[in-house]
């Protein structure tokens, strides 16, 4: 959703902009800039290649029907598929590009580049396609550059038999693109020092989001509530924020306080979603909580705009969030732990508070002391809502991308 709402805003600056989907198709909120481009390294195909050589050698047609995107789209839907071991070896498969057994793949990209006008530049939306940047970078001699989106969490979460070999391979292929594309100062730091990279190589560039349609309510919303939004699985802290509300409700302080729930949820979360509920319901508190999974574009802005407070209780620093600035473009704000790269956004964006998570209660205690101050809360979230239109809209980040990092290059950006 960030590279398609980049890429429009690039588009509409005048310049010349094609997204190709990689491994599944795009689930996004808002129409495709690029609807009709093939799909490479589908998941169905890398899955196959590398665990049947048979398929390294298949013909083009037998590939297109395993990278149609309806059968992708129901892959997409079995979100455990995979095993650790398999998730751990098709990583380093990926990150091996033309070494690997997924050469054929690779070479379908540089096939399909062949055919087209050479671009400028290519971006690759995240650092774990680094395998395949370093050989367009090669066979096409033009700069390739990577974001960086969060990838650590993915790689520290391999099992210990492919995590340290993961990471000395992504280094490897990262140190031959041209430079990599950080969404904040905290994620670019940590980043350089376990890819090893010199400072020059490390550009910030802040996550953005298309404004369309955010507007902050009109008043405090009635009654108060406490909301979230992101995807419903314990990393992002669902159940730390379920604790949180009952705690808050059992205090007594505020008797009509409800918790609204949204974000993305597959068919493995549901049984965490289900526990959270049971807990909810023991309480007698489940008449006052709303979960509202997969919600669309126009819902997810109204769910927004009708919070009294916003919170992400993650487990692991937020590389970005890009939660914080939805919840801040709709006038709300938000209660974040004091790690990752939260403290820079709230600093930012003046849009909220922070808390120790190390300290029992905390979220609890910033919650209610946000909810004791209404007015102040307000304040906050228009604040936040000020500098996120003014600093943090892909309009104004396409054109730092263009002025500050590509075009001081000797290409055309």
Not at 181 to 209: D, T, W
Not at 258 to 271: F, H, K, S
Not at 348 to 374: C, F, I, M, N, V
Request: net charge negative.
């Amino acid at each position: 959703m960030r590279d398609n709402s980049l890429a429009r805003n690039l588009m509409d600056a005048g310049h010349d902009v094609t997204i190709l989907p990689t491994y599944l198709p795009h689930f996004l909120d808002e129409d495709p800039v690029s609807p009709d481009q093939p799909i490479f390294l589908g998941g169905i195909n890398v899955y196959l290649q590398h665990k049947f050589p048979l398929f390294r050698h298949t013909p083009e047609w037998v590939d297109r029907a395993f990278d149609s995107k309806w059968l992708l789209r129901k892959a997409a839907e079995r979100s455990g598929m995979t095993s650790g071991k398999d998730l751990g070896e098709i990583t380093l498969s990926t990150f091996r590009g033309e070494d690997g057994p997924l050469a054929k793949e690779i070479q379908k990209v540089i096939k399909w580049f062949r055919t087209q006008e050479t671009p400028d530049v290519v971006l690759l939306s995240t650092i774990l396609l680094a395998g395949l940047g370093r050989t367009i970078r090669r066979e096409l001699d033009i700069p390739v550059y990577g974001f960086l989106q969060g990838e650590d969490s993915f790689l520290d979460s391999l099992l210990d038999e492919y995590r340290e070999q993961a990471w000395n391979l992504l280094s490897s292929d990262v140190a031959k693109l041209d430079a990599c594309i950080a969404p904040s100062r905290y994620f670019g730091e940590e980043m350089r020092k376990r890819l090893q990279l010199c400072p020059e190589k490390v550009h910030l560039l802040h996550n953005g989001i298309n404004l369309d349609g955010y507007l902050a309510s009109s008043a405090s919303p009635s009654p108060p509530s406490i909301g979230f939004l992101a995807r419903l699985c314990p990393l992002k802290g669902l159940d730390l924020l379920v604790d949180a509300y009952l705690e808050i409700m059992k205090r007594g302080n505020n008797p009509e306080l409800e918790l609204r729930v949204a974000g993305g949820m597959t068919n493995d979360d549901q049984p965490f979603v289900d526990e959270q509920k049971k807990k909810l319901d023991a309480a007698g508190l489940l008449d006052k909580t709303t979960f509202r999974p997969n919600v669309d574009r126009n819902e997810k802005m109204a769910f927004l705009r009708n919070l009294s407070i916003f919170s992400v209780p993650v487990r692991f620093p937020e590389a970005f969030g890009l939660f914080v600035l939805e919840t801040l473009a709709a006038g709300v704000p938000a209660v974040l732990p004091r790690k990752g790269s939260f403290p820079e956004l709230i600093e930012k964006t003046g849009g909220g508070l922070l808390y120790d998570e190390s300290q029992p209660s905390a979220l609890a205690d910033a919650l209610e002391d946000l909810l004791s101050r209404p007015n102040q809360a307000r304040s906050m979230g228009l604040q936040g809502q000020k500098i996120v239109r003014q600093r943090f809209s892909n309009e104004h980040l396409a054109k730092e991308l263009v002025d500050n990092i590509l075009a001081p290059q000797p290409f055309s950006a």
